[in-house]
């Protein structure tokens, strides 16, 4: 898993690796990247750790993962909270954190986050007058680990207090809740929202029309596939049918001996102290839900609500174990659970199997570049960071890399400017972030004839992609036939592809 090929998400964020970490609290220099500063510098300390080497890197984040996994198991056992300890040891053996622990992107420390900010909420005595302002403080500190920690951190105390807490510690709770938003408010407008400017600048509209919102107004039938593309890493079909045995087989038992107020008795199943994780997983959802419906949650990767994972993991096994604990006939029971989680490590280990985690083979692509070095190397503006990635590590290459556009984070010129400069080749002002307008505004047919004009002044080039759309190649054949060219594919593998352009 640690030694799939780089991809240009995790070359374009090591371009970023080294710096002071005072940067990090900043936009940072290359390739429009963002990410919450400390995830930021964690990162930077396992990259420096493993000599920048992005397989060992790679190998020191997921270590820190089942680290952080079991130490959060480790308290989970000392504080008898066994449903979080049977959830953290699920969570451990699914593929969505294998991937992403593996990965050098920010998304682990968002689940990390989230798991810990679960467990210190679970293990926190909620009547100690201190316990309030203590999850606050840790709140916050996990806000500069994980941007998704203001809504975790949200829901969480929301939870205590529409469900765990009374009378005055509701008060008190209530009031920390505003001063935790107040707070969050403050670091956005000091830190978040300049962190984010490239992002929110340059992105705006692939974000805009992700959102809710927008799909419901341009194709309606995408946001029921958006929704379900929530739960998908928690397989959706094999949770319904939990949740339907659930009820079938659930039965209220009074409590004895708890030393509950006397009404808890009477309170609906999905009240009780045993479903809080579950309480928390449905209003996280409804949050999501909600501001996305409002235009202001994006849901356009996964990886981006991969935190969710963690809460509907712990829903998951709550329902498990109080479908063992209260079934009429428990070896039924047990014998269902079994079979459902049979289903889950077999589909787990057909994803791992099959390497779906691989997005790029850009190792074989470089390897393919190299054995054909006497070519100069165009590379496409998506495998762009990624190569020049591999010629850091690797200097004495002998490639020549032409076309090659600067990598300098800044505001997106306008796709006229963009046209207008590859028509020109003035290419000075423009950098590798172009690829989204040439996207957005059907404008590539401009960027692959200025990759054909590079070809007539060789005679012969190699022209190295990722991540190339079929339409992506019709413009590039027009481009090599509008030219008098041949384009001819050289090189063919997962996600990548090298076309051999020779003009006369």
Request: glycine residues 6%.
């Amino acid at each position: 898993m640690t030694s799939r090929p780089l991809w240009q998400d995790e070359s374009s964020l090591l371009a970023n690796m080294g710096l002071s970490w005072g940067i990090y609290f900043g936009p940072l220099p290359f390739h429009d990247q963002a990410a919450p500063p400390l995830a930021l510098i964690v990162i930077n300390l396992l990259w420096a750790a493993g000599g920048g080497d992005v397989e060992t890197t790679r190998f020191l984040l997921l270590c820190m993962t089942a680290t952080c996994l079991a130490l959060a198991g480790h308290l989970c056992r000392i504080r008898r909270k066994h449903t979080l300890l049977f959830g953290i040891s699920l969570l451990m053996l699914l593929p969505e954190t294998v991937i992403y622990a593996t990965e050098i992107k920010h998304y682990i420390l968002e689940m990390q986050a989230c798991l810990l900010l679960i467990v210190f909420s679970a293990c926190l005595d909620l009547k100690n007058r201190a316990a309030p302002a203590l999850f606050v403080a840790a709140s916050l500190l996990a806000c500069l680990f994980s941007f998704s920690s203001m809504l975790v951190s949200g829901c969480l105390m929301a939870e205590i207090i529409l469900f765990r807490s009374y009378g005055r510690f509701r008060l008190r709770w209530i009031a920390w809740l505003g001063v935790f938003g107040a707070c969050w408010l403050a670091l956005y407008a000091l830190l978040f929202r300049e962190t984010l400017v490239y992002q929110m600048s340059n992105y705006a509209m692939v974000y805009k029309e992700s959102t809710l919102l927008s799909l419901l107004q341009q194709a309606p039938s995408e946001a029921g596939k958006k929704i379900f593309f929530l739960f998908k890493p928690i397989n959706l079909p094999l949770f319904v049918v939990i949740i339907a045995v659930a009820t079938a087989t659930l039965r209220l038992r009074k409590d004895q001996g708890t030393g509950r107020r006397p009404e808890a008795r009477s309170r609906p199943l999905f009240e009780r102290d045993e479903f809080s994780n579950s309480r928390m997983a449905m209003l996280l959802l409804s949050a999501i839900v909600l501001a996305s419906l409002a235009g202001q949650y994006p849901l356009s990767s996964q990886r981006q609500t991969l935190f969710i994972l963690v809460p509907f993991v712990m829903m998951f096994m709550e329902t498990i174990i109080a479908i063992h604990a209260t079934a009429s006939t428990r070896r039924i029971a047990a014998i269902a659970i079994i079979i459902c989680f049979s289903s889950v490590m077999i589909d787990n280990a057909r994803t791992i199997i099959r390497g779906k985690y691989i997005q790029q083979d850009t190792r074989s692509l470089y390897k393919f570049l190299l054995a054909h070095r006497q070519k100069p190397v165009v590379p496409s503006l998506l495998f762009d960071p990624t190569l020049h990635y591999y010629e850091t590590r690797n200097p004495g290459s002998g490639l020549t890399i032409l076309g090659s556009l600067s990598p300098a984070s800044a505001f997106m010129p306008s796709n006229a400017d963009v046209v207008t400069g590859l028509q020109s080749g003035n290419v000075t002002g423009l950098g590798v972030h172009i690829w989204y307008p040439l996207d957005l505004y059907g404008s590539f047919r401009t960027y692959t004839n200025w990759v054909l004009g590079i070809a007539r002044q060789k005679g012969e080039i190699l022209f190295a992609v990722a991540q190339f759309k079929p339409e992506h190649q019709e413009d590039l054949l027009r481009s090599a036939a509008l030219a008098d060219c041949s384009a001819t594919v050289a090189f063919q593998a997962r996600g990548v592809a090298a076309y051999d352009l020779k003009c006369p």
